[in-house]
């Protein structure tokens, strides 16, 4: 994924120290979840390979501050708690935990309480100082009840990109909420101890509610793993084919994106949409889909960033000094700010190549996987015909160390138009860690994206072949 990002962004929350002791903090007397005895866990890498559905549960709750009126989001449920960690391993956890209570609640402290409020699903992600990453799956709510009462959210924190499952597993999670938290862990605890499934398989769950029964729950991780994490439906809601495309074009130069909205759940998915149309490159710079409030300061910065701001805070925006910065209102499907040259970036024929593939109509009966193969394929196209041949570029030395030829390689293109934006693309970071992956082996596995390249060279070669037969 793009992954999903807030580069380098735990480095920021050593001032902060989590307002919870270890284990679970539970959201009121009556809400008590007696969990099992279990071996203590002594190492945390045993989900840095992916192979477990999550790290935690978290639900982050507004408590009232001492002084004032205002409130501040604070974990009052942890699920599993940690014992018997090395320091290093606690100093960890304690700042990753004391990050993600301000991403459940990035609009501020100014809440009351209220009796109606629709949930909202959507996710943040957190980059360490290594650079590993962690996602976090949120499902803004209120509580079940009577009378005003504050909204709280349940967060899974996982180190997978699959936005589709989880928001399934929010779904399991929210209707267990109503009846006990209780109830929750249980699941969690059988989520838990399942291995994340294979692109294409299904893991099925046993679950008992009261009052329901047994219930089996099946999760199905999608065939085409590198679109998982993504939905375009809300893009394609928001803006035009057109605008997707100078979307890209900026994104494809690096430049500083801010998406405005007001709702999380579109500014989340909006921008998990944009960098997933990168594919298959990787957004390596600063990454947050929806930025706090007191971290508006952070779109500031000189460095490229993808950012998404929720539109009560566009003044604070306007009032940045920015270069080379794409604004992008997706309430009302325009462009506040922008540099300009959108429309020139790309290379005339490809742009129209795109446009007509979007332009074929997606039909209302699609299902979301096919919607995104309908949007992400000719944006992988366009990279098929410009880079698709950068392993013919890569000479092997006798220790197996690859060195690409980026000369060479531009220069391989027959199109003037598209050796001019090659030669622009080599020099950014997008480009450089995919060549860096790529030549550390000779033999990378098969992914989505050579099975492309292999397909368009197939073509290229019956087109040639046929060529010779009508002469």
């Known amino acids: 994924m793009a992954g999903p990002v807030v580069g380098g962004m735990l480095r920021h929350f050593h001032k902060w120290r989590s307002r919870i002791p270890p284990g679970s903090v539970q959201d009121s007397p009556g809400e008590a ?50 014992e018997n960690l090395l320091r290093g391993q606690q100093e960890e956890e304690e700042r990753l935990l004391s990050a993600i209570p301000l991403f459940c609640f990035p609009d501020g402290n100014e809440w009351a309480p209220l009796t109606e409020y629709p949930r909202e699903t959507f996710s943040f992600v957190l980059t360490n100082v290594d650079g590993s990453r962690k996602i976090g799956y949120c499902r803004r709510l209120l509580p079940a009840g009577r009378g005003p009462r504050l909204p709280k959210v349940y ?87 057109e605008q997707i495309l100078q979307l890209f074009a900026s994104a494809v130069l690096e430049r500083r994106i801010i998406f405005l909205a007001e709702g999380l759940s579109t500014l989340s998915q909006c921008i ?70 959108e429309k020139d970036i790309l290379p005339p024929k490809l742009q129209d190549d795109i446009l007509e593939s979007l332009g074929q109509g997606i039909d209302e009966q699609q299902t979301p996987e096919q919607i995104n193969e309908h949007v992400s394929g000719p944006f992988v196209q366009f990279f098929v015909k410009t880079v698709g041949h950068y392993a013919s570029y890569i000479r092997w030395e006798a220790n197996g160390q690859g060195r690409f030829q980026e000369r060479a390689f531009y220069k391989a293109l027959p199109s003037k138009a598209n050796r001019r934006f090659v030669k622009k693309f080599v020099k950014t970071q997008l480009f450089s860690l995919f060549i860096q992956e790529a030549e550390k082996s000779k033999n990378p596995p098969a992914g989505y994206f050579q099975r492309k390249i292999r397909e368009y060279e197939e073509q290229k070669k019956q087109k040639k072949s046929k060529g010779k037969t009508v002469k």
Not at 175 to 180: C, F, L, T, V
Not at 282 to 291: D, L, N, Q, R
Not at 307 to 317: A, D, I, N, P, Y
């Open 155 to 241: 967060c899974i924190i996982s180190c997978i990109g699959c936005f589709g499952l989880f928001s399934k597993i929010l779904d399991e999670v929210e209707k267990r909420h109503q009846i006990s938290m209780a109830v929750i862990y249980p699941f969690m605890q059988g989520l838990r101890e399942a291995a994340f499934p294979a692109p294409g398989k299904t893991v099925t769950l046993k679950s008992f509610i009261p009052d329901s029964g047994t219930e089996f729950i099946s999760l199905t991780r999608p065939l085409d793993s590198h679109l998982e994490h993504v939905d375009f439906s809300s893009l394609l809601r928001c803006l035009s084919f």
């Open 33 to 82: 979840a007696k969990e099992p005895e279990r071996a203590p866990e002594h190492c945390l890498a045993t989900f840095a390979g992916g192979q477990h559905f999550f790290e935690y549960l978290l639900v982050v709750s507004l408590k009232k501050k001492r002084s004032g009126e205002d409130y501040e989001p604070t974990i009052t449920y942890q699920f599993p708690k940690r």
């Open 272 to 341: 998990h949409a944009a960098a997933a149309l990168l594919y298959p490159f990787s957004w390596a710079h600063t990454y947050i889909p929806v930025v706090p409030e007191s971290l508006l300061a952070t779109v500031c910065c000189p460095t490229p960033f993808m950012v998404g701001v929720q539109m009560r805070f566009l003044q604070e925006v306007l009032d940045s000094p920015m270069e080379e910065l794409l604004l992008v209102n997706l309430c009302e499907g325009t462009f506040l700010m922008s540099v300009g040259d």
